[in-house]
């Protein structure tokens, strides 16, 4: 019996699985060599699978390959094209399916991606994959000594037929009671007796064990089908005790189909329609159509005058069928109606859906009427071969005889013209002879002339070689001196050479001595300076000490002075004190009485005034400062994605990356990437009031990769025009790393935009860092006229905050004594930036004549930049300026306002953008304020502090609480990449 090529590629997939095994069975696999280029992947690799299989995957030269799965799990043999790509080559199979191969520091990996995936996302779970020796494989023969069972035949043992099994069975019990089985592709089984119900139909899976299929049934027990050389046999419940044998054989499928409910409400699947189907159409033709493997299809059609023909397809599943496109571009469907299969027909081109030219119904055919119909075809083609060959054998032998005639007739023609050259030959050679003779005899006269005419050519011979003698000896003494000349002007060159190398030499070694020596002097030069400037700060303190000391001593004399005055003073005060003694108490008792008094009305008058402030609060805004003018309406802030990163349960540290996202539905957000590995998330509030998360991001391949802690991923990618954000949720992260659940857009000034964290502090130490901030100003310690001095004591940080805390304590600076004592902090001489994102998360005090502020400073000022200013005696009303120099030098300032969100009842994040065209102020990561003129371009340290009275707030009030204690969470400085 002679099988189609479709049934013997997965059989030869077997015999080759098998044999491999037998080759690779007692021998260990090689270490792989390190890889350098494509040729080094070439060879047979081995991976174990984890369901028990082997796969084996042979890598052929010019980028083509070829794998096969060992196992009883499945025999699918497939080929592709392979591409190197480095420390890996991945493989592009036909059934779209790809496969990857990495070389690691360590070993090699195999992995696999279903054909909508991409491979160039590899996450982690690779398959561990090692290379065989190239000399052991090359041949799937069993080579000799290796005791295997042989087949039919002699050769490699033969491997179980899975397709044997699946099908109808009829089983013959000894009580006389017949059973159908029923076994389908993809190992699921079912079993029927006539008589039962329908829904009593037993269900169960079954699988092939060596020249055996095991069929296990729900209730757990078991049958085993045999096959000998004639037939099959089935024992039922093997290992029970309650074992019996029955006969099998295969049965039509219309008889045995009546007992199983197996069609009814059911969609087919491919492994429902892989088989061979016949069936006959409305013109009587016959129709024999194998649905194979790997989406390959055979078709025999038996048609009256024609015979049998054979053709081949591709199918595809479409809905509950097969849809089949054949050679010849006319198109079948195998579909499932609740009558049964049916075979439908339409013509090349034309919709599947729509009306066919036939359907007529479909039974499952047995293989023996399919090989029939094969061995027909092909004894037919044999024929049309047969008559082919003839009729081109006698077109050979014209075209023989038709040579062999031109041949002769060539052969004719040379003899004759070999004839005409002999006569023509004969009749020159009787001339020559003639003229032969005639010289011969001129000759004898002329012989005694040439005896004396040769004698004189002799020695005129004689004399013309000793001339050439002379001549060449002349010639070689030439070559001889212009050879010693050759060598002498050799050995000048060389010494000339040699002389201008040394003279080289000796100027860089000359050159060498006068930069040291130039760099010696600089360094005296600059010892010296050192010593000037170190005597002149040792007089300097000299002087200072000294003028302390006469300070000193002068201060001493009136402290003396004033002693002796305050003496004199005390004794007269003693003598007059008993004098007015009782003047005195009754003084006391009058002026206490007028204190409360006072105090009462006082009180009364500060209730009042309160009332009215609080009045006057509602009805009218305060008055506006000179300084800081305020706009008629606050800005519209324009659509755009601030930069403002608030704090989400994890810290920004320096050096980290902020990403700013715009999504495909708008939602601006953040993602922070920071040094240690860990990353966090956020939305812009105002727009949203989604929340952020945190996660872990590591470098891959395709870019960085975020792993959230909800499961979801992102990796941020990129590409030609610029960054892409890929979102994967936490469903589809497994194996589907080419799925894309969003897209971001592309970099443009709503894209993704990368800033660079490159100064901060998240202030979680015990006390503040000093290799950062300043706790003095680095000019007077009293400025626009303020109530209150600045003194480091003021400032501390508390449970993970800086706290700058105003107090009414006195405190003397510059020989004055000042109400009150305050703090600030600044970055003078530590960091200073031009351009960049600028924020700070703060809490202010509540109180008129507080001034707490987060502002930009260059070292001589103007230009400055206050990125917060809030009065606190109104705290929900934040001002934003920009002081520059316009092109006359004068000062110009740009002022703006808004009022509505109060910066004392919680913490509020405030941030700048400033670039060289624009300046952009942001409240919560929404836009408040935009300037566009007179932008500054020099370098600016920051600035936090909290001022107490001055020029703008004013005094201080006498509602005003102490101490007042501004709050600041974080301070951070970005770049943008």
């Not at 030869?12 to 890889?35: K, N, R």
């Not at 324009?638 to 930069?643: K, L, V």
């Amino acid at each position: 019996m002679v099988y189609p090529l479709s049934r013997l590629v997965p059989m030869f997939g077997l015999i080759a699985a098998i044999t491999l095994s037998l080759i690779l069975s007692g021998q260990e696999e090689e270490q792989p060599p390190q890889v350098q280029s494509e040729k080094d992947w070439i060879g047979w690799w081995i991976i174990h699978q984890p369901d028990g299989d082997v796969l084996y995957i042979n890598v052929k030269a010019q980028s083509r390959a070829s794998s096969f799965y060992s196992g009883e799990g499945t025999n699918l043999i497939d080929k592709g094209e392979w591409k190197y790509e480095g420390m890996r080559i991945v493989f592009y199979w036909e059934n779209g399916y790809k496969d990857v191969l990495v070389k690691t520091s360590e070993q090699y990996l195999h992995y696999t991606f279903p054909p909508d995936a991409s491979p160039d996302v590899i996450d982690s779970g690779g398959i561990i994959a090692r290379r065989l020796q190239k000399e052991r494989i090359g041949s799937l023969q069993v080579p000799g000594g290796v005791d295997v069972p042989a087949g039919a035949g002699g050769g490699p043992p033969v491997p179980p037929n899975r397709s044997e099994y699946i099908g109808f069975w009829e089983e013959f019990s000894n009580q006389g009671e017949t059973s159908y089985l029923f076994l389908k592709r993809g190992g699921k089984a079912a079993r029927a007796t006539p008589g039962r119900k329908s829904t009593d139909v037993d269900t169960g899976q079954w699988m092939v064990d060596g020249r055996d299929a095991y069929v296990v049934w729900a209730d757990g027990s078991r049958d085993l089908i045999s096959k000998n050389e004639k037939d099959f046999t089935l024992r039922g419940s093997v290992g029970s005790g309650r074992e019996f044998s029955t006969t099998l054989r295969h049965t039509d499928a219309s008889t045995a189909r009546n007992y199983f409910n197996l069609l009814a409400g059911q969609a087919a699947t491919a492994d429902d329609l892989i088989g061979y189907w016949a069936m006959q159409d409305l013109h009587g033709d016959t129709y024999y159509i194998e649905v194979a493997h790997w989406s390959q299809a055979t078709r025999f059609i038996e048609a009256e005058g024609i015979g049998i023909s054979k053709e081949s397809g591709r199918w595809t599943m479409l809905g509950d069928g097969v849809h089949i496109t054949w050679e010849d571009n006319t198109q079948n469907t195998l579909r499932l109606t609740p009558q049964g299969i049916k075979l439908a027909s339409y013509s090349p081109g034309a919709p599947i859906t729509g009306i066919p030219l036939t359907e007529a119904p479909a039974d499952l055919a047995s293989i023996n009427s399919f090989e029939e119909f094969e061995d027909a075809a092909r004894d037919r083609i044999i024929e049309e071969k047969r008559a082919q060959l003839a009729i081109l054998r006698a077109a050979e032998e014209a075209k023989l005889k038709a040579q062999e005639v031109a041949r002769l007739k060539v052969e004719e023609e040379k003899r004759s013209r070999a004839l005409a050259e002999a006569r023509q030959k004969a009749e020159e050679e009787t001339r020559r002879l003639a003229e032969e003779d005639a010289r011969n005899k001129a000759q004898e006269l002329a012989n005694q002339k040439d005896v004396e005419y040769k004698k004189r050519l002799a020695e005129e011979k004689a004399r013309q070689r000793e001339e050439e003698l002379e001549r060449k000896r002349v010639l070689a003494e030439e070559k001889r001196l212009a050879r010693e000349e050759d060598r002498r002007m050799a050995k000048e060159r060389d010494r000339l050479k040699s002389e201008e190398e040394a003279k080289r030499k000796e100027e860089n070694r000359l050159r060498k001595l006068a930069d040291l020596e130039a760099q010696r002097k600089a360094k005296e030069e600059e010892a010296r300076r050192l010593a000037d400037i170190e005597a002149h700060r040792t007089a300097q303190e000299r002087e200072a000490r000294r003028l302390a000391n006469l300070e000193a001593q002068r201060n001493a004399q009136e402290e003396e002075a004033r002693r002796l005055a305050e003496l004199e003073t005390q004794r007269k005060t003693e003598e007059e004190q008993r004098r007015l003694a009782q003047e005195q108490e009754a003084r006391r008792l009058a002026e206490l009485e007028t204190q409360r008094k006072a105090k009462e009305e006082e009180a009364q008058r500060l209730a009042g005034l309160d009332a009215q402030r609080k009045a006057a609060e509602k009805e009218t805004p305060p008055p506006a400062v000179a300084q800081l003018p305020r706009p008629q309406s606050p800005p519209t802030p324009p659509a755009q994605i601030p930069p403002s990163v608030p704090r989400v349960g994890s810290k920004i540290s320096a050096g980290a990356e902020v990403w700013q996202v715009a999504d495909t539905d708008r939602d601006p957000f953040k993602i922070v990437l920071n040094k240690d590995g860990s990353a966090l998330s956020t939305w812009a509030k105002s727009l949203t009031g989604r929340k952020g998360q945190t996660g872990r991001w590591n470098d891959v391949k395709s870019g960085k990769q975020i792993d959230w802690a909800d499961g979801s991923t992102y990796v941020i990618a990129s590409t030609k025009k610029g960054y892409k954000l890929r979102s994967y949720s936490s469903s589809n992260t497994a194996g589907t790393t080419g799925r894309t659940v969003s897209d971001a857009q592309e970099s443009t000034a709503s894209g993704i935009v990368l800033w660079d964290v490159v100064f901060g502090d998240e202030f979680d130490g015990a006390t503040i860092d000093e290799s950062k901030w300043n706790t003095q100003f680095p000019w007077s310690q009293i400025i626009n006229n303020e109530q209150g001095g600045y003194n480091p004591e003021n400032v501390s940080v508390v449970d993970g905050k800086l706290v700058l805390t105003a107090t009414d304590d006195t405190m003397t600076y510059g020989g004055e004594e000042l109400g009150y004592t305050t703090g600030a902090i600044n970055t003078y001489n530590k960091f200073e930036q031009a351009y960049g994102y600028f924020e700070i998360r703060a809490k202010v005090p509540e109180g008129r004549g507080l001034w707490p502020a987060f502002w930009l400073f260059t070292r001589n000022g103007p230009p400055e930049i206050d990125v917060l200013d809030v009065l606190s005696g109104e705290p929900d009303n934040a001002h934003f300026n920009t002081i520059t120099l316009d092109a006359n030098g004068e000062t110009s300032k740009q002022t703006a306002s808004h009022k509505g969100i109060d910066f004392s009842r919680s913490f509020r994040t405030v941030g700048v953008e400033w670039s060289p065209s624009e300046i952009i102020y942001y409240i919560n990561g929404k836009e408040m304020a935009r300037f566009t003129n007179n932008i500054p371009d020099q370098p600016m340290f920051l600035i936090a502090s909290l001022a107490v009275g001055g020029d703008w707030p004013g005094p201080v009030s006498g509602w005003t609480a102490f101490p007042a204690r501004m709050e600041i969470d974080f301070i951070r400085v970005y770049k943008r990449r």
